[in-house]
Structures are given as structure tokens and as C-alpha cells.
């Protein structure tokens, strides 16, 4: 082996938290390239459309030591199908908490029955980023409240700018 | 990067089950080098000694296609000690049930703690091992129930022995 | 007693999968008779209608062994008026995970405090049905997944002519 | 210390059901004085419109021995904010289910994090109303099904108001 | 079919709780007949003998309607075996709280697997039963505390006795 | 009302770590008088004696500034018998994770019974302490593992002197 292991980070990323950048830290040690790979899910109705989302990350990301190894992109379609094609043979999730596990069980078994070559892992964020969801960013930025240090700097402006009165 | 990633797959394996198999080859498909490290736990009061869980281990893997990367060894002491003297950055665990989630978040916590250079990801077995443990097999080999096709054949013959009346 | 036990099995059916076909067999080894008690659900803005939801399902039993034991209805309001009028005083639900089981537990109170003549019971579907859902077969098709072998054949049809780009 | 210690219980009380009665009461037995804060919550889409929802809650405690050191509001913006300005360091959440619990805790953290002054702390209502909540009650309410004794009489009243054919 | 339906309630039973009491009501309401099958367990280490088990649950419902169609026998070995020669063709259990769940599951499943010929329902008991277990019952009584209402009379006084000074 | 408030924080403290300190803090801001109640706990085999867990939490909070409102006690018995003849209305309980969740449920119901004056309440330990407890802390120092910021600096020293080889 020793050859190249690229791994996958899906999502939808809106907005990209400190948890994720948690996360993408941890995968670079693990391995050799990661693709960021943001779902555009226009069910999930997003705050920021899916060219906002692709530029936060990318510029949350831009001064990383291993930038290098990382590319961003945007997927729709299945997810399998997309990490097939960039040379994935594994998908990178987060787990934070029992309600997660579920859910994400239930989402890598289906993606392991459409392509067996793929193998989905969980990370575990620093405990720190446990209870930090995009959901509870926008609600408490929503309100004037001050998510600091749970966003990336740019993206706390971002968030200011779009719930501006 | 592109150099050698070893893990460390630990556990009591009293004994191994077809659950763990399946671990070992996932983990196999991902990492370069996988050390499958038996835990003594005497305070667990284990079925079978750690000489015959280390032989019931290697004598299960022995025909695997590649054995060559996969080594069985014993360990007392600090897990995050055994990893880093060999040499592993990764440790991996299966996650079956949501019952072991916190347990294991809480170990894999205390392990990141003690060792920030080493990570731990969660594997997700096959769906039919996922209510299959050692305890349960256990119960129902103790009574005469038929384990075949849950464990391998050579701990199959172990289990029959250990419960002749 | 001996007499003859009814028992209703309702859901959306949004399409039926073969876990609830599963389900449906396992019941049938139970009770005497047994009602698939389609819900209108409006309000869950379903993928096919009330009608296409009633023949799938009754296409997909069509040949079933005890077909002469299962009714295939529809209905509307309160589910325990409905299991009375037929006569049944068993309600069956499939647990699968333990995401399912508080809801299904605040349903069954609700409907106990209703009607105490009927009694929910909760079967456990086969595990390789454990991580199928209609929603997840839903998402996977969408993209053009192949869900065969989750679906009776005709509900497979049914949902590559929904999404037919 | 021994200075009077006043807390919030927030919701939506859409509508208010015996089980946040009975958690009110408890709340008075802790603290010396209960600001119930009924949050406006558009986005949930309520069934009782804010003034309805207020004048309900108001009803349902009228002839409680305590009334006078309960005070009932609306508020929206950040929950923290509002606690803060009435003077109140302590907010009350009710638990009854697992899967409340992780939510619940989110959202406990994400207050603590936007105002450190403020403790969250959770009750347990009476076992009788643990599978209780205003959603299935407007579910059973919504097809006719008896909720007298789930709700104070005039929230009964109003539901059968609101769901008159 | 219209044949009688035979199921077995397995347990400790160490002691028998009003919530079994409930839970044997419920299921004879769904079954012609019923068998209380009290396990040996001895690697439980019971508070009470296996003789003291059974002529306390034989106690406990002598006086019950219909007590002709229960049957209360003791059993060691594989719980499926002693079904299939009981000629039962259920096995019921009781699932209160959502950290019984995996367990049972993982049981029914290795049963199932036994004795594909059996399955197993869950029922559940009254919600006031619900966070009453036989474990918490004798904590309470160890202490003095007051059971009464908890478990039926004859088992009150058989724990008074147990725990005299 | 205004009258004084006293709560019960009970527990082994097996030994006292940073999470129990947490919590301690956390209801002295919302009580008047707390006191810490370990149990004897013989069932549990703890490592350290009824006298040593004493000694322990009483030297961690020495320098307490609100010291004057906090004692240190040891019960035996029924905890609510306990808490009322100490005066105290309310037992305080640290919720960390969904583990815990459903046993603190039922012995707080089991609490309530027993005595209908005593309200349980639970407090969210800072989210650093979330997967500390007294049990891990014990398996990492067993084997030499650095557990300094996890318990108080006296505790850890009481730890190398257990484990001393």
C-alpha cells in the first residue's frame, strides 16, 4: 500500500463552525488529502447560498500550514458517486452526540450499500466543539448574540451582515 | 506525507467474534499496517486466558490475504503508551450500538488527553454484527446454543470445549 | 378466548419497503388477521398519493401466502376510532432504532389513554432492516441510487418514473 | 445570601398543557419568584397566536395559591437578555424524555456562553405527564380525540374552538 | 389459524413488581395463554431463592380473573428451547425505558437466530410502571423505605423480612 | 418565602474530581446552603474509605470563598431521610451525559415517592467535565496516566499513593 489515501468531509457547512475546522484538522493527521465537499441541499432551505458557503470555507481555511492537502468543492448528487470520482475511498463524518449516531448510521450503511469500496469513519471533535451546531450559531446570531470564537472571524461577519437589521 | 500509517485496533476479544473480523478487514482497507492489541483485563474476569485469546486471534486471521499487514499482540498499561511505542498515530474502535457511544467518546477523550499526537476514529461494522458481541455469544454457547457463523470456526471449537458439561 | 385476534399495522407507506413487508409476515405469524392501515398524512407532504400509496402496497402483497389475512385501507382521523370500528384490539409498530422509540412511546400512551381497549405491541423487524426507511430510500433514489433489494420490484418502478430527470 | 432568587421558564406554551403546570408548581416550591416567558417563535408556526397563548396561561394559573410571585410575559430576542433584565439568574427547563436532552443541553451551553451570570437547571415533572406535550395533544385535539385531563379546561375549550369543523 | 396462541414472559422476577403484574394483565389480553418462566439466573446473584421467586409470583396472582390461562414455571438453559417445548410461539417483554432497548433487541436477535420459529414483542407497561424495576424496588426497601403500591403485598412483606435488622 | 434554601448534593465522590467542584460552584450561586453528602456505599467496593473521601472534598474546598455555606457529611440510609432531617428541600444532581440520564430519573422518582417535600433537581457541568468522572479518572491513574487538572491537586496526590507500585 502507501500509496495516496484521499478521504472525503461532506456537509452543507452553512456556515462553516470551528468545529468543523476542528474537524479538518484532526482528518489531516489521519490523511493525505482532504476534499471538503459541500452539499448544496436547496431542501434544507440554507441561509447562505451554496457560492457563499464554498468562499467561507475557503477563506476560513486559506492560512492552514497543510492547505495544500485540502480542496474545496460543492457536490450534488449522490455523495458515493462524487467521491468515486475524485479517487475517495473514504467519507469523513463528525460525531458529537447520541442524536447524531442515528442518523449517520442510518446514512453510511445506504452509502456503503450504493458503493462498497467507500468507507465512512467518525471523528470525534475537542469536547469543546460538542455541542456547537451551524443550527444554534444562526439562532443565537439571529438575536444580536455573540458567536465569537465559534466561527471563523469571517464568518462571524457574515452572519452579522445577514441578520443586520 | 504518504509515509506508513499504522493503528491500533484494541480490545478484550473474549474471544474474537465474525464482528471484529469484519473490523480488522475494514481497517485494513484504510491504514497501512493494523496491530491488533489484546487487553489483559483481569478486572473483567475474561473466559479465556490472554494465551489462548492471542491464539484464538492469530489463528482466526491466519489465511487472510493480507495477514502480512496485520500484527497480534498483548498489552497491560496505558493503551495511548502500547500505540505510541509502536509507532501508531491512529487507534481504531467499532461503534455498533448507541449504548457504547459514551462510553467510548469518554475513553477515546481520556486517551486524547493523555496522548495529543494520537487520534481515534470509530468504524462502523458490518449491519448483521452489529447486536453480535462476546458477552452475548458467550451467553448462548454456555447453554448449548449454536454460535456457528458467529465466530470463527477455530473459536467455535474453544467455546464448545470451555462449556463441555 | 381462542377467538379471532385483528390487529391493525398503520403507517404512511410512502412507499412501502421490504422492511415493512417484513414486518407484515412477522405479524402474520401472530395474530389471525391484520389490517395495513394506510394514513392520509397530508401534512407530511408524501411523495405519492393516498391511491398510488394503496396499490403499491397491495401489488407488493399481491402474492403473498396468507394474502386472504391482510386487508390493505386507508385512513383518516383518529387511528384507535379506526382500529375499533374494524374490530382489532392490537396496534403493531416495528421498533427499529432508538431514535423511533420515544415518539412510538408517546403514541402509544396517547392512544392507550384514547382507547384502553387497545394495546400497542412492538415488533422487531429483521436486521437487515433495521437502517431502511422510506425517507433514506427516498433520498437515495432521488439521485438516482440504486435501491433495488430495499423495495418490492413494481415500488422500485414507482420511484425511478417519480424522479425520471 | 438569602435575597430573593427569581427564575424564568421559557417555551412556546402552544398551548400550555398540565404538564407545564405541574412544573410550574414545583419551580415555585425552589424559587421565590417565576417569570413564565412565553416565547413569540414564528418560525414554529404556532396553532394560538402570542396574545392567545398569553391569556391562556394567564387563565390556566389564575387560582393558584401562589399567583402573586408568578409573573407571566412574552419576550423575544435572546433568552439571556430577557432573563437579565428581570433580574432573574436562574432559568428552568423541564426534562421528560431522552430525546430532549441533548437538544435541551445545546442550548443550556449556548446560554451559559452568552451570559455566565445565568444557570440552566432542569426539573422533572410528575411521571404521569413525561409522555405529554402540547404537539401530540394538538395531534389527538386536531381528530376529535378527548384531551380533558392532559390540559386546564379552558386551553380543552379553545382547542375545540380552533379545530370546530 | 384461530389455533390458541401460547407466549412466554421471561424474567428474574427478583421480586415481582406491580409493573410485571401490569404487563401479564396486558399480555393476557392478547394471548390465550400465557407462561411466567422465572430464570434461574444464579449468575445474578438474586436477593431471593428461585423457590421463593416462584411462589411469590404464584402468590401474587392467585387471585386474578383469569388466572387459569397463566402458568408460572422456572427455567434454566436456552430460554428458546424451553418456548418451543412449552409449544409458545412468543416471546413478550416489557420495555420501559430507552436503556433497555439495545439490550433487548441484541437478546431478541440472538433468539431469533436460536429459533427462528419464535419472536419476540415488546410490550409497554403502564407509564406509572415505568421507572419501576425490581432493582430500585429492593434499594428502597433496603433502607426502609416505603414499597408499598410498588409491589404487591405478599412481596412488601417478604422484603420487610429480607431486610430486618 | 425568602427563607433560606438548603439543597443536597449527594454522591460517592470516589474520589471528588474538577466536575464535582464544578458543579458544587455552580448551585452555591443558586442555593444558600449546599451540603455534600457521601455516601457509605459499601455495594460499590469504592477505593477509598468513607474517612478518605471525606478528608478529600473537605481539603478541595477549603479555600472556597463561599466555604462558610458548604458542609461536608456522610449518610447512610435513605437520602431523602437524610436531606429532611438536615432541612434541606432540594437534592441536586449533575446530568452529564444521556448514560446517566434515565437511572437519575428513576431514582429521583423513587426519591419523590419516598418523600413528596424534596424537589431533584439537575445542573449541566461545564462542558470540559462532561466526560470526566470519577471511574475514568481511577482507570488512567491505575496504569501511571497523568490525571493533574482533572482532580483537585490533593486528590491526585491520594491517587499516585493508591497506586504506588
Given at each position: 500500500?502507501?500509496?495516496?489515501t484521499?478521504?472525503?468531509?461532506?456537509?452543507t457547512?452553512?456556515?462553516?463552525?470551528?468545529?468543523?475546522?476542528?474537524?479538518?484538522?484532526?482528518?489531516?493527521?489521519?490523511?493525505?488529502?482532504?476534499?471538503?465537499?459541500?452539499?448544496?441541499?436547496?431542501?434544507?432551505?440554507?441561509?447562505?447560498?451554496?457560492?457563499?458557503?464554498?468562499?467561507?470555507?475557503?477563506?476560513?481555511?486559506?492560512?492552514?500550514?497543510?492547505?495544500?492537502?485540502?480542496?474545496?468543492?460543492?457536490?450534488?448528487?449522490?455523495?458515493?458517486?462524487?467521491?468515486?470520482?475524485?479517487?475517495?475511498?473514504?467519507?469523513?463524518?463528525?460525531?458529537?452526540?447520541?442524536?447524531?449516531?442515528?442518523?449517520?448510521?442510518?446514512?453510511?450503511?445506504?452509502?456503503?450499500?450504493?458503493?462498497?469500496?467507500?468507507?465512512?469513519?467518525?471523528?470525534?471533535?475537542?469536547?469543546?466543539?460538542?455541542?456547537?451546531?451551524?443550527?444554534?450559531?444562526?439562532?443565537?446570531?439571529?438575536?444580536?448574540?455573540?458567536?465569537?470564537?465559534?466561527?471563523p472571524?469571517?464568518?462571524?461577519?457574515?452572519?452579522?451582515?445577514?441578520?443586520?437589521?
Amino acid at each position: 500500500m502507501a500509496e495516496e489515501t484521499v478521504a472525503v468531509y461532506p456537509g452543507t457547512f452553512d456556515p462553516i463552525t470551528n468545529g468543523h475546522i476542528d474537524l479538518i484538522k484532526r482528518a489531516l493527521r489521519i490523511f493525505d488529502r482532504l476534499i471538503v465537499a459541500i452539499g448544496e441541499n436547496p431542501a434544507k432551505k440554507p441561509l447562505f447560498t451554496l457560492e457563499e458557503r464554498l468562499s467561507m470555507v475557503k477563506e476560513a481555511i486559506s492560512a492552514f500550514p497543510c492547505r495544500d492537502r485540502i480542496e474545496v468543492e460543492s457536490f450534488s448528487g449522490l455523495l458515493v458517486d462524487f467521491a468515486a470520482n475524485k479517487g475517495a475511498r473514504v467519507i469523513v463524518r463528525g460525531l458529537r452526540a447520541v442524536s447524531d449516531f442515528e442518523y449517520e448510521f442510518q446514512l453510511a450503511l445506504m452509502n456503503r450499500r450504493l458503493n462498497r469500496q467507500i468507507e465512512t469513519i467518525f471523528l470525534m471533535p475537542g469536547f469543546k466543539w460538542f455541542y456547537i451546531s451551524s443550527t444554534i450559531v444562526k439562532e443565537a446570531a439571529k438575536f444580536g448574540g455573540d458567536v465569537s470564537g465559534l466561527v471563523p472571524p469571517n464568518v462571524e461577519e457574515k452572519l452579522r451582515e445577514k441578520f443586520r437589521p
